[in-house]
């Protein structure tokens, strides 16, 4: 589990994030968002019409985004509603005085967290220098806090997909908008199964080696491509965020030069361990090449880049990843169309399966 400050504190004091937050909209009207086919006319300008297959890839995405968001916002709000009603249901049949109460109960069984778990967890993030920001007294009463409203929301999470999957959170008024299926170039990039030919499933991540949220879904692929490394092709491609992360392209060329020593994937998965509790830096670059037993003098030559012939292959993943649509990291997608579900292994290999079991 990758610890973020942000999840426990806010501006001025600790505070414990809610376990459901819903996206910020403003709606105009309360009408059915209809999926956008190439025929729709969007509008016109000087007397000129613009239909929807006029659009370049980025603005249909843009558009199909907004629609997501609105019918994301709606699911969010009917499965707070069905979570307020399972509560009330089981303060009901437990005779508790309140839906606080029965949260409390239910919690209390299913969302434990022992005081092992919080050792184990300070001394996996000992060097944390986020974690480093709160007072040692505090920090073993704030972490236990902070597991417990993860694992709080793991099994809201849980009671949610178990209703969805019996049918009983619809989403009716507003009509789910059909995915946009790109075109992603499969030559550039890193392929984790360089002999798996022609896969049914493809999945292209575009990512950021500082970005903390980036480093939460390294951890959830690996776990997935363990099971389905002969079955899925992943695909990573470079999106480095260089106005919020000044290390994200740096990472990337060091792992471009460690592919020069056929050790891109191993340099890959130490930048993603080492970038969740160190700051990454050219000195973390060279302990890491040295760990891969690389050549050293070749390695620092080439994270000089003094052609720039690295640094613009990385710019070319990030043009791609810009003219489809990907705005932020990670941005993950499988058979070209953008992955909006749960990001775990359990979300991931449910839509996998649905891949590979159509016709």
Not at 158 to 181: C, F, H, N, W
Request: glycine share 4%; with cysteine.
């Amino acid at each position: 589990m990758n610890f973020s400050i942000k999840n426990l504190l806010n501006k001025n004091k600790y505070k414990i994030a809610t376990t459901l937050t819903l996206t910020t909209l403003a709606f105009i009207g309360c009408q059915s968002q209809k999926s956008k086919s190439n025929d729709d006319v969007l509008g016109s300008f000087n007397s000129k019409t613009i239909k929807f297959k006029d659009l370049s890839t980025s603005e249909k995405t843009e558009l199909i985004n907004a629609q997501k968001k609105v019918y994301e916002t709606a699911q969010a709000i009917l499965e707070k509603h069905y979570l307020d009603a399972w509560f009330d249901d089981y303060k009901n049949q437990n005779k508790l005085a309140s839906l606080d109460a029965a949260k409390e109960d239910y919690y209390s069984k299913k969302a434990l967290v022992g005081d092992e778990v919080v050792k184990k967890f300070l001394a996996d993030n000992a060097n944390n220098p986020q974690l480093l920001q709160i007072p040692e007294d505090k920090r073993s009463s704030l972490v236990k806090q902070y597991l417990t409203r993860m694992e709080q929301a793991k099994a809201e999470q849980e009671l949610i997909a178990e209703a969805q999957e019996k049918g009983k959170i619809k989403v009716t008024g507003i009509e789910k908008p059909q995915e946009i299926v790109v075109t992603i170039n499969d030559t550039t990039g890193y392929k984790y199964n360089s002999n798996l030919k022609n896969p049914k499933v493809t999945i292209v991540e575009f990512a950021d080696y500082q970005c903390p949220y980036c480093v939460r879904a390294h951890e959830t692929l690996e776990k997935v491509m363990a099971d389905y490394k002969d079955k899925v092709q992943y695909i990573y491609k470079d999106f480095p965020l260089m106005q919020i992360h000044p290390e994200a392209l740096p990472a990337a060329i060091a792992a471009k030069c460690a592919a020069n020593q056929n050790k891109y994937w191993d340099m890959h998965k130490l930048l993603y361990v080492k970038g969740s509790t160190e700051k990454l830096s050219t000195d973390t670059y060279q302990k890491l090449a040295t760990e891969l037993k690389l050549n050293i003098a070749d390695f620092k030559a080439c994270l000089e880049d003094k052609d720039k012939t690295i640094s613009q292959a990385v710019m070319a993943q990030m043009e791609e990843g810009n003219s489809i649509g990907v705005s932020g990291t990670p941005s993950i997608f499988i058979n070209g169309e953008k992955f909006e579900g749960n990001l775990s292994v359990a979300g991931l290999k449910k839509e996998i399966d649905a891949k590979l079991s159509a016709k």
